[in-house]
């Protein structure tokens, strides 16, 4: 038994074969008095789980484990943590910790997730304002354990699944945040662009808070699951002048498109309202195209965002046990060849639309 000295991880080692992971040891930061550690039972594989692993966004630090979509038990809590208890069902998602100060003006405004000082689940260090736990490394959770700070720390409603939740905690609120913030609900047109692990999410999301749902994706291929998911409307890009029946017809678009190539961006604002904006929430490696002459015809703006706060990371997981929804996902027992498979998978837009690392008791100590 390593821990609670120790932590196993899958972790990659070696930049070249970054879907090779090697099943490593490590110390995780201190426990400090917030903390919360959780022993793993099912891990989501995020696309920003390839794209660090990869290098896509930029070189990370090695050893990396990497998962950000986790589920399991608590298994020991710091002295002030007042939420938790050991045994409780539990889940965590991309943010660990922030400086969460009454002076910082993202964290006293429930949003976090934009604190300067925000640490990552994974390739991250402990900036010096978090005190005793400064310089210690956030290590994620295709891994035995995590460490977390009990605001980043959620109940799981017992309805819930393992599997069927755990993507929620980084591709559903990531989804979900932009949604509620932008007001959708009954009356609203939003548009969802690109189905996979975060845009499946975003259409069951705005349907089963009331807005009337239009779903873009390239081809034919997806027009089935799209209406399962809750679309009213299916619009294939593909085809020349897709945008003209639509224009200026919807209130906000959510594209968790992750890929700016051949993206048209310029065609999806003229589908918005006076105003409207075009909120990016997936995260291409390289910029989108356009010009500032897109913009003109209808006031529209380009936008982003990130995550969501904890308050509406509580509210989507009672509106998902309320309305019953889960991730469409395939679980792959964790493992060096199961990481590799899934992040495979993953990295080729194979899969339906979540992969989910299960069956942890079977790979650790
Ligand atoms: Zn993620
Ligand atoms: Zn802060």
Not at 99 to 112: F, G, M, V, W
Not at 213 to 220: I, K, N, P
Not at 257 to 286: Q, R
Request: charged share 20%.
């Amino acid at each position: 038994m390593v821990y609670p000295k120790t932590f196993q991880g899958f972790a990659i080692t070696d930049l070249s074969k970054w879907t090779e992971t090697e099943l490593i040891e490590y110390e995780p930061k201190v426990f400090d008095d917030y903390d919360v550690d959780i022993k793993i039972d099912a891990c989501g594989i995020c696309g920003s789980d390839v794209h660090t692993a990869s290098s896509g966004w930029n070189t990370p630090a090695l050893p990396l484990v990497v998962g950000h979509e986790v589920v399991g038990k608590v298994v020991a809590v710091g002295p002030k943590v007042t939420e938790f208890k050991v045994g409780d069902r539990v889940g965590c998602g991309a943010q660990v910790w922030a400086c969460l100060k009454k002076t910082c003006p993202a964290c006293s405004t429930d949003n976090e997730v934009y604190c300067p000082h925000w640490v990552d689940t994974y390739n991250c260090t402990y900036p010096p304002e978090s005190g005793k736990s400064a310089g210690g490394k956030a290590m994620g959770g295709y891994a035995s354990h995590i460490r977390v700070h009990e605001y980043f720390t959620f109940h799981i409603p017992e309805s819930l699944k393992n599997e069927d939740v755990a993507p929620m905690l980084c591709a559903g609120i990531t989804t979900y945040s932009p949604l509620v913030r932008n007001g959708a609900g009954p009356g609203v047109k939003v548009g969802c662009v690109s189905i996979g692990g975060l845009g499946h999410f975003a259409i069951m999301w705005a349907k089963a808070l009331g807005a009337e749902v239009y779903v873009f994706s390239r081809g034919e291929k997806k027009r089935e699951d799209a209406f399962k998911l809750g679309a009213d409307h299916y619009i294939a890009t593909g085809e020349k002048g897709w945008n003209e029946p639509i224009k200026m017809k919807l209130d906000f678009i959510v594209s968790s498109a992750n890929s700016s190539e051949g993206f048209d961006l310029g065609s999806y604002l003229s589908c918005l309202k006076v105003g409207g904006k075009f909120i990016s929430v997936g995260l291409p490696e390289k910029p989108f195209n356009v010009g500032p002459g897109s913009f003109i015809a209808n006031a529209s703006s380009l936008s982003s965002s990130h995550l969501g706060s904890r308050p509406e990371m509580k509210e989507m997981l009672k509106l998902a046990a309320e309305k019953g929804i889960k991730a469409w996902n395939e679980p792959i027992a964790i493992s060096a060849a199961g990481v590799k498979e899934g992040l495979e998978k993953c990295h080729h837009n194979n899969v339906k639309y979540r992969v989910v690392l299960n069956e942890f008791d079977k790979a650790f100590d």
